[in-house]
């Protein structure tokens, strides 16, 4: 986190932000394929539907991030 001139909490919401934007996006992640088995579906078909819920958090999620580094490196 130094090397990049930001606080330890921040580095780990950034990467827990980039984890959880990757396994929704995945067909192969766990969370993606046990819903498709319990929905009967695809787990591509599975994986297109959680589009629209990632690309809400790739709106949402900067501003939280955004807020954190406003409010411990303050």
Same mark, same amino acid.
């Given at each position: %986190?130094?090397?990049?001139? $930001?606080?330890?909490?921040?580095?780990? $919401? !950034?990467? *827990? @932000?980039?984890? &959880? !934007?990757? &396994? /929704?996006? #995945? %067909?192969?992640?766990? #969370?993606?394929?046990? =819903?498709?088995?319990?929905? /009967? =579906? #695809?787990?591509? @078909?599975?994986m297109?539907?959680? @589009?629209?819920?990632? =690309? =809400?958090? *790739?709106?949402?999620?900067? *501003?939280?991030?955004?807020?954190?580094? #406003?409010?411990?490196?303050?």
């Amino acid at each position: %986190p130094d090397l990049f001139g $930001v606080s330890p909490v921040y580095m780990a $919401v !950034l990467m *827990l @932000i980039a984890w &959880t !934007l990757a &396994t /929704q996006l #995945s %067909p192969f992640s766990g #969370s993606v394929l046990v =819903t498709a088995s319990l929905t /009967q =579906t #695809s787990p591509w @078909i599975m994986m297109r539907k959680n @589009i629209p819920f990632v =690309t =809400t958090l *790739l709106f949402i999620l900067p *501003l939280v991030l955004l807020l954190l580094f #406003s409010i411990f490196n303050a």
